[in-house]
């Protein structure tokens, strides 16, 4: 498997000298607007990291101040530090969503076969990509792909017991997505409680990784007010917590507005994990050898549609990473059953799956390029 991964870096780095050399910008205004931005932080000085500029006329940038306080500064980390070493900056955010993606699905791998075979866990990272939904963010520059591989590499190190790595994915994700961020510390808590059946030291790592990350904001907030004068976190609050808050209550109980959430999350779930989530209803049989990994993937899967459900704003992407556990047990599922007609077997529906897509981006390339994508 060591030349399946050296082979995936390698084609990795070749789109990316690609992707490099051409004027690519993403249709969808998240990505646009972080390239900007990271364009921007490249020329100025690394102090003045942790307060990026929306230097843009978005009609949702805040009128209160020029700074980006929508989300921590994560996802325009390495992005800057690239540009700043030369790498053209507009284009620096896509490349960095591209490796983050690919190393994301090596963590899946070495989290996969803790549990299953080899040719198992490559099979199922094989069909993990060729989903729309995956291949559609693929070439995205915002916090998506990031977001992935912290929560993968944090359920990968808190199974194989490598907590350090697992406390550093909890704060990367914390400063790459926020309040949501908080979401994997509860995972990795509630995975050893539902598998291991311990209550002590799970509880302990959760409400260490919390107090860690309350000090980090701390630090974060000072540095911020000492940067530009003004405070993070109030306007943060504002936007991402109490903007979510559940406003259809005012016309409607908070159980329907919860109850629409959940339907709207299991939903997207389902249908965004096409085509491997028919596996889930053709199996006749969990396998007692894969347990652990359906009992993770549900404690992934299960938390972040709660979450989210409190809301009454909602996104296919705020649970983006809860797709992949759903393809997971989907795969795995299509792997276990033995007597499968030919069409249903996993080989045969990842290369009609990537058929589809060719079919689809040769359609769009010819009738209507540029509602998906644009050169300038």
């Not at 944090?154 to 994700?173: D, E, F, T």
């Not at 309350?214 to 630090?219: D, E, P, Q, R």
Request: net charge positive.
């Amino acid at each position: 498997m060591k030349k399946v991964f050296i082979i995936a870096l390698a084609l990795t780095a070749l789109c990316s000298a690609i992707l490099l050399s051409s004027p690519y910008i993403a249709r969808e205004n998240d990505s646009r607007l972080y390239a900007r931005i990271v364009n921007d932080q490249a020329d100025r000085p690394l102090t003045e990291l942790i307060a990026p500029k929306w230097n843009g006329g978005e009609h949702y940038a805040e009128t209160e101040t020029p700074y980006f306080r929508d989300h921590l500064f994560g996802v325009f980390v390495v992005p800057t530090l690239l540009a700043k070493l030369g790498v053209p900056a507009l284009q620096a955010t896509y490349v960095c969503s591209l490796f983050y993606k690919t190393i994301a699905l090596i963590f899946f791998f070495l989290w996969l076969r803790l549990y299953v075979s080899d040719s198992i866990a490559g099979l199922i990272v094989l069909g993990l990509q060729l989903n729309p939904q995956s291949m559609n963010y693929t070439l995205r520059a915002n916090h998506e792909s990031l977001l992935l591989m912290f929560v993968i590499m944090g359920i990968w190190a808190n199974h194989s017991k490598r907590y350090v790595i697992a406390l550093v994915a909890c704060i990367g994700a914390y400063l790459t997505k926020g309040l949501p961020g908080l979401i994997l510390p509860g995972i990795m808590a509630l995975e050893t409680l539902v598998i291991d059946r311990k209550v002590i030291a799970p509880g302990l790592r959760f409400v260490g990784a919390l107090s860690l990350i309350a000090l980090i904001s701390y630090g974060y907030e000072l540095w911020f007010e000492a940067m530009t004068g003004h405070s993070f976190f109030s306007k943060y609050i504002s936007t991402q917590i109490m903007g979510r808050s559940v406003e259809g209550a005012a016309e409607v109980s908070k159980f329907v507005v919860i109850l629409k959430g959940l339907g709207y999350y299991a939903s997207r779930m389902l249908s965004y994990a096409l085509p491997w989530t028919i596996g889930i209803f053709a199996l006749k049989k969990i396998l007692p050898s894969d347990h652990k990994i359906w009992k993770s993937c549900l404690c992934v899967m299960v938390p972040y549609i709660v979450f989210f459900s409190l809301f009454d704003r909602t996104a296919s992407r705020y649970i983006y990473p809860a797709f992949y556990f759903t393809m997971v047990i989907g795969l795995l599922a299509l792997c276990r059953i033995r007597r499968l007609p030919t069409w249903l077997k996993p080989q045969h529906i990842a290369v009609t799956n990537l058929a589809t897509l060719v079919l689809l981006f040769t359609g769009s390339l010819i009738s209507n390029w540029d509602n998906y994508l644009e050169f300038k």
